[in-house]
T-cell receptor, first 114, second 114 residues
Framework: GAGVSQTPSNKVTEKGKYVELRCDPI?????LYWYRQSLGQGPEFLIY????????DSGLPNDRFFAVRPEGSVSTLKIQRTERGDSAVYLC????????????FGPGTRLTVT | GEDVEQSLFLSVREGDSSVINCTYT??????LYWYKQEPGAGLQLLTY?????DMKQDQRLTVLLNKKDKHLSLRIADTQTGDSAIYFC??????????????FGGGTRLMVKP
């Protein structure tokens, strides 16, 4: 079956611009996570959705970052006034339900802020 | 906060065994994972172990957990060139009622020489 998909695969933007990154989870998975992986590091947690609600956004670095999941499936990570330090690979993972120990990752979106 | 540490690099010859080590600090860790990341690809879940186990074997992969020392290892038997990748150790303090965000180590780059 189809795995987690993310679009675009690559995004180059200028400093100060607004970007949206999309995640399509595995069909039927109710839990969705966003992580950020900077060069040479492991992924770091950003935000967790259970259904439509952001159940834990403690990993978002500041208020320029926001994410939505209006219908409980597709999620969009939004970054305002991008900075060069936002350059990273943004990974999305989905999980069958709240409390499941398995997370399945998408290929990521590589964001480059020039 | 939680911390997960891994050595940066491991080089082995094809056919040898590889052992990748990881230490963690969170005593409430309940699930520990090994993920594989190939260049330009997302994270592939290789295996996981529940904290009440001390060993898990899955084909060429053997996971050992020393909960007292908070030490996790991944042994790959008969290492092949296709095993060359970055391996991430991760942990979560599992909860039935909340998100299970993963805390990752920085990754170990495994290089397999023919």
């Amino acid at each position: 079956g189809a795995g987690v998909s993310q679009t675009p695969s690559n995004k180059v933007t200028e400093k100060g611009k607004y970007v949206e990154l999309r995640c399509d989870p595995i069909s039927g998975h109710t839990a969705l996570y966003w992580y950020r992986q900077s060069l040479g590091q492991g992924p770091e947690f950003l935000i967790y959705f259970q259904g439509t609600g952001a159940a834990d956004d403690s990993g978002l670095p500041n208020d320029r970052f926001f994410a939505v999941r209006p219908e409980g499936s597709v999620s969009t990570l939004k970054i305002q006034r991008t900075e060069r330090g936002d350059s990273a690979v943004y990974l999305c993972a989905s999980s069958p339900r709240q409390g499941s120990y398995e997370q399945y990752f998408g290929p990521g979106t590589r964001l480059t802020v020039t | 906060g939680e911390d997960v540490e891994q050595s940066l690099f491991l080089s082995v010859r094809e056919g040898d065994s590889s052992v990748i080590n990881c230490t963690y600090t969170d005593s409430s860790s309940t699930y520990l994972y090994w993920y594989k990341q190939e260049p330009g690809a997302g994270l592939q879940l290789l295996t996981y172990i529940f904290s009440n186990m001390d060993m898990k074997q899955d084909q060429r992969l053997t996971v050992l957990l020393n909960k007292k020392d908070k030490h996790l290892s991944l042994r790959i038997a008969d290492t092949q060139t296709g095993d060359s990748a970055i391996y991430f150790c991760a942990e979560t303090a599992y909860s039935n009622n909340a998100g299970n965000m993963l805390t990752f180590g920085g990754g170990t780059r495994l290089m397999v020489k023919p």
